[in-house]
């Protein structure tokens, strides 16, 4: 095979014989353009109506090696004709979660929004890559306008952005780009020869920031946990002393991330107060909004975010509380200085060629840390171009709702009442345990297709499936 | 908003008057799902048909500003009407790249697989995340059975694996995971008190192994590029030389990053060869074959892999040469001890709970960086399934063409001509220069819509642009 290619001194290929059987395009695409129609037949019936009916389970649990059977999840040699091949299709939607069913609460996505899903079908069709104009003309267009009305959000009148495969990748950004401000020659050199540099989080905060803190060679010892308040939300005063222990031990802090919308208790860190603190100790803030970012929709509870728009870096996932579907995952950036391309770029000749005929500046790929890049654009500007009043719309999308904790002896109970939930399917919600606290469930609630109805059959159920322990 | 969680003296929500306007979900299915038939109609037509057909263009090019009116880019605060959101949709169809177009041979991916596509529908419609086998219990059965039947590819009886967002994270993954089983303290304590990390890789390798470099600490410095011979080719000679002068200067060399199939020329380095090295010097081997890989599948030519077996590690997009669609990336590992999972976890409870009532061991968000994971394994699954006698099938599309170099004088030759093509839009293909030779183009022609009457046209189109310059 290499030797087909032309070498240095500009050699034939050597077996053009190769071309000999192409004299057809290998597809055919009537029959594949039908088996996609009856594809989407069958979407349209078992996931989006049969999928969202409160009259039908949630999940129709199997055991794994029973599923596998189901499945016929075996691959082998030889190809299944187009009729077993849609069989498959509808087995896979039938033995799927509905994430999409008014009675999932299982996560911090949910809901469907139709307007998203035409963008994520369209976006799938034209299958590019978002890293030139060239490529992506239309998706370099709308990724900047999008992150402009988010920038709008925050509060910034200009500033740089890019969307992420996810929360977590958006929070290594932040970090990366923290680091390399304050030391440029990280880049080449790497971290050796400098200071320990140490993170500021909350306790509650996602466990991606030490993720990624592994990841970046920074180490998850570098990762100092700040207390938090009855609510969940960090506190300053103790934000401050483990500055200054730090700074007295020799470390270098250079980044607080804080969080708008925990995980568990979807508690809001104060912004504004964390401002001053990064301020008086010239700290990058970064704001892990993932959750919580789509209350600055809302005139009615963007309050919870003051102070966001002194923040460096807001990571936000429009595929949460948005209904975007996933995945949808902005970085948002203060900066006008072009900071993420210096310290992502890689300039290669192959794809970033200065000489083109447009401005190379629409050439979004040297942000990343990526070179294939997903569009997860499209989508969502397609839903905030379809909502009427968007400010008053998302409003009613913004509930939060935790349940009590269930404050019995046994942490048991929560893994026994999942189980018979999922085995009977009818409706998802996950539990976990906290500090001292047994198992509780996490009840999250703000997909658009959930009623007063689903919240009432909620704690009906849960008493419902707890009987006979 | 904060105020509306019980605390943890579990006080009842202060606004419970939020839930009243809920009486009924917020969604109206039928209209909804009607807007998505109609944007599926414009699939079919506009990027399906309409988009393959060689008698139409591949890109019908607008200045930026331009296409920012034609679209009507801009988000407001208001609202538009079904029809007029069809429109946009329409219109994205249209001034977006037809990257399935015979003509389009300017990335390494390109083309349309039926199957694939409408695994990607399922996808998007069913909207659920890759963690837990609870949220996506079919999906975890897939990921697991489509990266066993790619380890047996590679001649591997078992392994480890994980879908990642693009192969230049697969590279990082890979660097990662050397080093953790070098020095498992790295996670917690970073780099600091550890030697200098040295990577080899070869001059013509992709840049994202100097993108990894710097966002994992290590720096673009500690990244040594070795020699290639004239087909591109690492040649592993230089590679030991260059070995044994790093460990002679305090360095610690840990990983090998091979390369099958480069950007540019498509040349496999000799992995029989370097594999000898990396056991010699015990150092991690990986293999970038994200382009390459899929030659695995071909009996003719898997030969230019051999030795991929002896790999610690192998990244392989198959949404490159497999046609399987934007994003498909699995990083594939020979690892039986669940380095993985050691080297990534952050055992979050309220996601990976140990009480579970199914095995835990299914749940494959703690081997992941990510948390939020895109289900990138359906499409490729059900192209597979689908294909008849899937050797020789793939045999067809692994064919590789580099143009003779433009030796001309004047590099300006290829950017004229491409600006050209662009703005007729009758084909697209991109150009570069190497080393120090000018700009050439660099033809990819490996999707299965291509035919020789193609591949005549794209000589003849490039010498008619390029008349009259």
């Given at each position: 095979m ?25 597809i055919?695409?009537?029959e594949?353009?039908l088996?996609?129609?009856?594809t ?5 019936e078992e ?7 409160v009259?039908e ?6 055991e ?5 059977v ?5 691959l082998?040699?030889t190809g299944e ?9 509808k087995?896979?939607?039938k033995?799927?979660?509905?994430t ?21 079908f ?43 495969p ?10 990366n780009l ?12 790497g971290?050796?020869?400098?200071p ?10 996602h ?6 803190a592994?990841l ?6 570098h990762v ?13 005063e103790d934000?401050?002393?483990k ?15 804080c ?7 979807g508690a ?18 970064h ?7 789509s ?7 963007r ?6 728009d ?7 996932n429009?595929?949460?509380m948005?209904v ?6 902005a ?11 210096r ?15 447009y ?16 569009v997860?654009?499209?989508k969502?500007w397609?839903m905030?171009?379809?909502?009427e ?17 269930y ?14 939930m999922?085995k009977?399917g ?44």
């Amino acid at each position: 095979m290499a030797n087909n290619f032309p070498s240095s001194s500009g050699t034939q290929p050597k077996e053009p014989a190769l071309l000999h059987d192409l004299n057809e395009p290998l597809i055919e695409h009537a029959e594949g353009q039908l088996f996609l129609t009856e594809t989407f037949k069958i979407i349209l019936e078992e996931v989006l109506c049969k999928g969202t009916d409160v009259k039908e389970k949630v999940c129709e649990w199997k055991e794994p090696e029973e599923l596998a059977v189901l499945l016929d999840l075996e691959l082998r040699d030889t190809g299944e004709p187009q009729g077993k091949l849609l069989k498959r299709v509808k087995d896979v939607a039938k033995y799927s979660i509905k994430t999409s069913h008014p009675r999932f609460f299982n996560q911090l996505f949910a809901g469907v929004d139709y307007h998203s899903m035409a963008g994520r079908f369209l976006t799938e069709a034209l299958n590019t890559n978002l890293y030139t104009y060239e490529i992506a003309p239309v998706f370099v267009l709308v990724e900047a306008e999008v992150l402009r009305g988010m920038h709008r959000l925050v509060g910034w009148t200009e500033g740089d952005g890019i969307f992420c495969p996810g929360g977590s990748i958006s929070n290594m950004y932040a970090m990366n780009l923290a680091r390399y401000q304050l030391f440029p020659e990280i880049k080449s050199r790497g971290l050796w020869g400098l200071p320990r540099l140490t993170i500021f989080t909350s306790a509650e905060s996602h466990y991606s920031v030490k993720k990624g803190a592994a990841l970046l060679g920074i180490g998850t010892d570098h990762v100092i946990l700040v207390k938090v308040d009855d609510g969940g939300r960090m506190i300053p005063e103790d934000l401050e002393e483990k500055i200054k222990l730090a700074k007295s031990e020799g470390s270098v802090p250079f980044l607080v991330s804080c969080t708008s919308g925990t995980t568990v208790k979807g508690a809001f860190d104060p912004l504004d107060h964390i401002a001053n603190l990064c301020e008086k100790y010239m700290l990058w803030m970064h704001v892990d909004a993932a959750w919580g970012g789509s209350v600055l929709f809302s005139s009615k509870h963007r309050h919870l975010m003051k102070g966001v728009d002194r923040a460096n870096s807001v990571a936000w996932n429009p595929h949460k509380m948005l209904v975007a579907g996933l995945q949808c995952s902005a970085l948002l950036l203060r900066d006008t200085t072009n900071l993420l391309k210096r310290c992502h770029s890689a300039s290669a000749t192959y794809l970033f060629q200065q000489d083109k005929f447009y401005d190379v500046n629409l050439d979004t790929g040297d942000k990343s840390v990526q070179c294939s890049r997903k569009v997860d654009c499209l989508k969502l500007w397609l839903m905030w171009k379809a909502v009427e009043n968007i400010s008053s719309t998302l409003e009613r999308y913004i509930i939060f709702f935790i349940s009590k904790y269930y404050q019995e002896q046994l942490s048991k109970v929560a893994p026994l009442i999942k189980e018979r939930m999922m085995k009977e399917g009818t409706m998802m919600v996950g539990y976990q345990p906290q500090e001292n606290r047994v198992n509780f469930f996490r009840v999250v609630a703000f997909s658009p297709l959930i009623s007063q109805k689903d919240m009432d059959f909620f704690l009906n159920e849960i008493e419902r499936l707890g009987k006979n322990m």
